[in-house]
């Protein structure tokens, strides 16, 4: 398998560079691409070290996956050259994500709609994936009538730039470039990506489109408010969760024990409960805080945390390849 990284030298594509590595995804030929100015550097991958080269170089060497984490406008340019090629595109930006003919797939949800000829794959939000993660067993099993969403949104989710403001905040050291418009050490900042029209962001949309579409059902009613808060490790939501069918409480813990990719850690008896720290650099997406809702009819509250930089973005895409790759997709 010759396996692309499109992005490799940003945080999310070093991420993948290391989960590939992890998880021994099968890599014959590893093909790290990133913009000009990195042309010629080297990443380090299976205790070699491999040169970084162009896009252009990248299709010439038509490799069968390529993994990319670049932005959307390179995402839009690419990713239709790659395919074009015989190349699978899994996508980590917003480019495709509402696109009507293209998948947006979360490999514990919707995998199986996956078929040899989709070339382009939409990886969800970070925020998102974790969310449609932990409310899965519950929309199979009792349906998924609203949803009202707060996040509490690592600085990892905004990349570098943002890591160092924080880290410079905190030293108290000069500032190269400000990520975000306001301090964000000793701080929270209730605005990730620009407003749209009627003041939501464009983050908070993305969580209620994209979970519409990962379910396939538009019916769902969400809101949401997405907050950047001064924390790397993972990015933390409060969901309250209102339910089609009736449940007992006991059966929603009772879900959770064996279900894939999520971790259960809730006793209040013992202040047990998922925090970023628990959730930094592993792949499971945490859930603790389950608890009725007294003031409605089939409700209860949640919190989840997942590493954002992990299975919010480089893991599910890398998970996305393994299906692909057992199921001789590629």
Known sequence: MRVAVVGATGLVGTKMLEVLEERNFPVSELIPIASSKSVGTKVSFNGKTVEVVSLEKGVELKPHIALFSAGGSVSKEWAPKFAQVGTTVIDNSSAWRMDDQIKLIV????????KKEDKIIANPNCSTIQMVVAL???YKKYGLKRLVISTYQSVTGTGTKAVNQLMS????APIAEMAYPYPIDLNVIPQIDVFVEDGYTKEEMKMINETRKIYGNNSIAITATTVRIPVIGGHSESINVETIHPFQIEDIHSLYINAPGIE???????????MPID????DKVWVGRIRIDHSQPNSFNIWVVSDNLRKGAATNAVQIAEYLYHHKLV
Request: hydrophobic share 30%.
């Open 136 to 138: 899965f067993p519950i």
């Open 169 to 172: 905040e905190r030293k108290a």
């Open 279 to 282: 959730a930094h650099n592993n």
């Open 107 to 114: 490999p514990e949800v919707n995998a199986h709609q996956l």
């Open 264 to 274: 259960l850690k809730d006793n209040p008896q013992s202040l047990s409960y998922p």
